[in-house]
């Protein structure tokens, strides 16, 4: 038997539109790289007929189509994987029952980045989770390809079922612009049913800077080593004291000197007075910074003939008295 799948929605139309454009808009370089990695699957109806499509001979007259919702739960990441839950909810108010009210929950990312090879969709039923089968759509949105969402429908009733769609967190952080969760429908041969489409880009998670962590504390050990040589350059003025202090001995020599001049003029009768000549002579030894003997015995000589020259003019004075 031939299975013929519902007409493209409105809202699949657009979105299929908006691929093509993004496909347009990323041009020849970045087409072939994510051909390559994210191969599209030629256009196919699902593997298995859906209990909905099927007319119900003899049924009741309906007035309008059962409405579809689709609606967020929450978000959960844990052990590097990230989950969606999501509920999906069909309600009749057409003034008749339904023996079949099938739905087909599908998810579109910008370029397929959560596909079939990263993605899986569980129905939570029951205490348990059942894997539900997908397949590919003509553009990157996947759909469940199972007959297991299906349940008849009674006049003012509402069905729901909780879904749950997993990827590797690393896939959804790369997901760009837009991941949308719809769901599609058919009851008693009426096909074409659609839902809102669930906007989810703000519960992707975003990729965490672990990297940049480290950065701000680098800055911390360089200003210790500015501080640390301070120290050095105040205690680099001392050596400045030593140089000065040879200065002070210098200077003390050079009072000695007249000193033998005024013992030698004060006792002119006096022979010792030749005593202090020794004193006068490393005196000068001293302040002229070196000499020989032959130094210190000019000195010696000139002491007495300056004593002798005193007695001489004694004596003299002397007999001009007694005359």
Known sequence: MTIQRPALSAAAKKTAAVAALLLAATGAATVPAWADSHPVTPCTHGSVTLPGETPVAGGPAH???????????????????????????????????????????????????????????????????????????????????????????????????????????????????????????????QAGLTSNELDLMGQLPTAQPTPSQPAPSQPAPSHQPTTAPTPVHKAAPAPAAHTSAPAAPAVAPVPAAPAPVASASAAPASAPAAAPTPATSDASLAFTGGGGNSGTLFAGAAALLAAGGAVLFGLKRRARRGN
């Open 63 to 189: 007035h309008g189509s059962p409405t579809l919702a689709t609606s967020l739960v929450g978000t959960t990441s844990s052990a590097g994987r990230t989950s969606f839950e999501v509920q999906v909810t069909a309600t009749n108010h057409t003034g008749a029952g339904y023996q079949h009210v099938t739905l087909v929950p599908s998810f579109f990312t910008t370029l397929g980045v959560m596909n079939q090879g990263n993605t899986v969709v569980q129905w939570v039923h029951g205490g348990g989770v059942v894997d539900l089968p997908t397949r590919p759509g003509c553009d990157p949105t996947v759909f469940v390809d199972s007959a297991a969402l299906d349940s008849p429908l009674a006049d003012g009733q509402s069905v729901s079922y909780d879904l749950r769609i997993t990827t590797p967190t690393t896939v959804a952080e790369q997901v760009k612009n837009y991941f949308l969760v719809g769901t599609e429908g058919a009851a008693d041969g």
